[in-house]
Each structure stands twice: as C-alpha cells, then as structure tokens.
C-alpha cells in the first residue's frame, strides 16, 4: 500500500511562487501516474495536473497551464508541483494521488481514477 505525503504548504502573496512536493512511502511510485488536486472553500475537489509514470506525458487544467509545472523524481520517490504567478483563486487544500492505469487527456481528471491520496495541503495566496 501506498502513503503519500505532501510537503507543508503556506501564505503567499499572488504573483509568488510555491513548489509542493508529494512523498511516496511503503512503496515506490514509479510505477504510479500521480496528479494533484486542489479543493477550494465551497467548492467540489479539481483535477490540477497529473504526470505518468514514466514522467512522459503530463497534464494541466486550463486555469493553470503555463503557470505550473509538474514533474517528478524517481530517484527521491516524489513528485513535485511548481506553482508560479499565484493568484488568489490558486488558494485551496491541494492533493497528491496515485492514479489507477494510464492517464489520458479525457480520464485524469476524474476523482474515481485514482487509488491513494494524501492528507492535503493547505495554500493560501493572499497579500
């Protein structure tokens, strides 16, 4: 079984940057796709970004592209999520998951794709 811990989060002003990483434990993850979520307050939990396991092939949700950036480290067993030009509306809890089978444009973004999931994490960007 898997564990997944992601890195603290914290208060940034907008137009700053954060990078959250996702930790794997009692298993390796290259074997896992893994995306990042994120839950706002009153809203339901969105897909964000999620990358394959060979780290081949990554995606984004609109609101994000060309701001964040996934990546991952096999070596460190984690994932990373770069979070650049923050606005306000990036504030929400953010997640880390493993994704069951192969990651596609038209299935990542599905909460019921996905096995094992973090804690969360709580991003706030504020000035």
């Known amino acids: 079984q898997v564990q997944l811990v992601e890195s603290e989060g914290g208060l940034v002003q907008p137009g700053g940057s954060l990078r959250l990483s996702c930790a794997g434990s009692g298993s390796t993850l290259d074997d896992y796709s893994i995306g990042w979520f994120r839950q706002a307050p009153g809203k339901e939990r969105e897909g964000v970004s999620c990358i394959s396991s060979p780290g081949v092939s990554t995606y984004y949700v609109d609101s994000v592209k060309g701001r964040f950036t996934i990546s991952r480290d096999n070596a460190k067993n984690t994932v990373y999520l770069q979070m650049n030009s923050l606005k306000p509306e990036d504030t929400a809890v953010y997640y880390c998951?493993?994704?069951?089978?192969?990651?596609?444009?038209?299935?990542?973004?599905?909460?019921?794709?996905?096995?094992?999931w973090g804690q969360g994490t709580q991003v706030t960007v504020s000035s």
């Open positions: 998951a493993t994704f069951r089978g192969r990651p596609y444009s038209s299935n990542w973004r599905h909460e019921y794709e996905y096995d094992y």
